[in-house]
């Protein structure tokens, strides 16, 4: 990568060359967690066990989000993919429903998706999920893209029911919840005995011995998009995956990491007897900051990268630390003595991209080239952003790297256009 985050291809013989030309990324979208505005944000700003907000300060979430969806919208963005979560009175992650917000967004935006980012099975019963995604895959004329995961904030799971502590029941019960959501949407009638659940309860109904039940009412759109994190790429989780044709979201965007997964997920994919090419049916996730220099992007942005290590740091989700730095996480400042990764060190390692819009090309050009199946990627600012600066990335990006994406296909579809 060059000074100002512009990444290049080296030949064997040393020179340079640009990318090649292939035009499968074609569908942006972003990614919001849910966060409101934060006051004292980075390393020496409020502690995350110390954040308390106000409910009236939560509920700006709304109007946050519903600002970004309308812009986008505009913009020509595909999808806006929301985080369901539960009880954060820290302001980090605060939309606990996906669906029934979805609808709403729908009725103020004229093309835009919106995906579910995803909905924690384990919090929910199968029914109940697969009859509300129903009601919204209808009324929003499918605009609603669904999307399952395991969770992993033990606050949220086990509060509501589910099991987090234990892994293995964790996976069980959310197998065999998606199993029962994939039955309610496919069959006109069904039933299910497994160890978590028996469906339909085994009752006298009307007169009736109930063996089987209905979904009322299905989704309009069959076979149901559906889509779920990568996190572990374990054998196990992708083959389920491919059995239900499950599409995989990466985070985190960087093109080193996401070789394993990428690889993995194809490699589910030909045990099933189905030939993927690299990143296919996979979407690829990309934090970044634009700004004239890479310099002055650091330094904007430093602020919120130290934020996201304080959140996701003692969940797991910061590689590589230990036990003794994401204690240090927890604490004001001291970061450098403790040797934190810095927003450098991610941008190094491709889960950042700071830089001018030029170099943002470069990098997605690059991606293509690594993973000629790809046709999705996630562009998100992380936490902690405030909500104008936000809108301002997200048109900066449509207005100055999507064009170039956009542009070609059409050239490709057009040859009188070339």
Known sequence: ???????????????????????????????????????????????VNER?????????????????????????????????????????????????????????????RFGCGFNITPMWHPLRLAEDFAMADILTNGRVIFGVGRGYHTREVETLGGPMLDAEANREIFEEQVEILFKAFNEESFSHQGKYYTLPARVPYRGYELKEITLVPRPLRLPVECWQPIVSSTQRGLDFMIKHRIKGIIGGGSALMAEAPVDAYREAAQRAGIDLQLGEDLCLGVTFHLADTHEKALREATPFYEEYVKMFAPLGFVRSLTPEQIEAVGRRGGWAEARIPTLEDAVKAGSWYCGPPEGF??????????????????????????????????????????????????????????
């Not at 954060?88 to 835009?112: D, M, W």
Request: with cysteine.
């Open 52 to 112: 308390r907000y106000s409910n009236e300060h939560l509920v700006t979430v709304f109007e946050k989000t519903q600002a970004m969806a309308q812009l986008m919208d505009e913009l020509g963005y595909d999808t806006l993919w929301m985080a369901e979560h539960h009880f954060q009175y820290e302001g980090y992650e605060c939309i606990p429903n996906l669906l029934l917000f979805s609808v709403h967004l729908a009725q103020v935006t004229k093309r835009l």
């Open 1 to 47: 990568m060059s000074r100002d985050g512009k990444y290049i291809s080296i030949t064997s013989h040393g020179r340079l060359e640009a990318p090649q030309e292939n035009l499968m990324l074609k569908k942006f979208s972003t990614l919001f967690a849910g966060h409101v505005d934060l006051d004292n944000r980075g390393q020496h700003g409020t502690p």
């Open 361 to 418: 090309i470069a990098y997605l050009q690059f991606l293509e080239d690594k993973y000629p199946g790809l046709e999705y990627v996630n562009v998100a600012s992380t936490m902690g952003v405030p909500k104008a600066i936000m809108l301002e990335q997200l048109e900066w990006f449509a207005k100055e790297v999507m064009p170039a994406f956009r542009d070609r296909a059409v050239r490709a579809s057009n040859p009188a256009a070339r």
